[in-house]
Every structure is written in C-alpha cells, then in structure tokens.
C-alpha cells in the first residue's frame, strides 16, 4: 500500500515539476529584452516579441502595425494592416485602421475606413459620433455636425457623445 501511495506521489510530483517547467517556459522575456539597449533598439526589441504574442488577434496587429507605421516603419505596419483586412475584418477593426490614418494624417484613407465601418453598422451610434467629431476635427464640420445629430437622435443621454463632441470643437484629439 505505500509503494503505491508512494507512486502515485511521485508522479504528482513529476507531473507538477514538468508543468511548471512548461510555464516557465511560455513566459515572455519582460524586461530583460529591453534593459540596457539603447531606446531605439529597446522600442524594437519589445515590438517585435508584441508582434509575437499577437498572433493571428486583428486589434492585437493593429496595435502592433499602428506603432510600426507612426514609428515610420510604414511598410512593416502596412504588411499587418493587410493582414488583418485579409481575414475576417469587421466593423471595429475598420474604425482603428481608420483611427490609424488619421493619427498619421492621412486623411483620405481614414475617411475611406470610417466610411466603411459606418456602411457596416449605421445604428452605432458611438461610431458616428466618433467619425463625426474626427470630421469636424479636419475642416469639414457639417459632415461632422449631421453625424453627431444621428448619434444623438439614437442616444441623447450618451455621456461620450458629449465628450467626442467638445474634442472636436475644442481640437483635442481623442485617447
């Protein structure tokens, strides 16, 4: 009876040790891949292991391709951006690519995104309010103005709506 008792703790415990030995060896290299490196180099360094750990996640390669492109790595993030449009990209994921172009200026393809994410979902209320206050932001405030009237006949109690609308007027870009 001991023999097996003692087995049976026996396995438990290799079973134990190998699955933490596992564990430690899915965890991520944290800090040390970036102490000591140069902030280039560092910066890098961690955007690549995040583009690791992204896989095939579209708001995980956004993010990813949004620093890349506004690092001026335009090519690398543009390869992610593709990427994600390749696959089974929605409406949210439109709105930060179209997030993306406006941050970098580059307005005519982020009114192409927000054109397209509004398309899909034309009751999103939190969309057009966004897109609206990102119109009035570059110049053209009556296409902005008649969004913000949908999204504010749809939700007039809508505390962000409100918020979007003073970033506009006011030229704070949204976080």
């Given amino acids: ?28 290299p ?3 891949l970036v ?6 180099q560092a910066g890098l360094a961690a955007l690549q292991e995040a583009e690791k750990l992204a ?7 956004i993010g990813v391709a949004r620093v890349y492109y ?14 994600v449009l390749s696959g089974k990209a929605g409406s949210s994921d439109w709105y930060r690519i179209g997030s993306l172009y406006a941050e970098a200026g580059e307005n005519a393809k982020a009114e192409s995104f927000f054109q397209k994410a509004l ?11 966004e897109v ?6 570059t110049g053209q405030r009556e296409k902005g103005e008649e969004l913000l009237t949908k999204a504010f006949s749809r939700n007039p109690d809508e ?17």
């Fill in 1 to 28: 009876m001991r023999t097996i008792a003692a087995a049976g703790l026996a396995a438990a415990c290799l079973t134990l040790g190998m699955g933490i030995g596992y564990a430690a060896k899915v965890k991520g």
């Fill in 119 to 129: 398309a899909a979902e034309p009751k999103d209320d939190t969309g057009q309010a």
């Fill in 70 to 83: 506004l690092s001026g790595d335009k090519a690398r993030g543009q390869a992610l951006l593709d990427q």
């Fill in 55 to 61: 896989g095939n996640g579209s708001w995980e390669l």
């Fill in 159 to 175: 505390f962000w709506h409100y918020v979007r609308t003073a970033e506009a007027f006011l030229n704070v870009a949204p976080k």
């Fill in 35 to 40: 102490t000591g490196k140069p902030a280039q």
């Fill in 30 to 32: 944290g800090m040390t």
């Fill in 132 to 137: 609206g206050a990102w119109y009035i932001r």
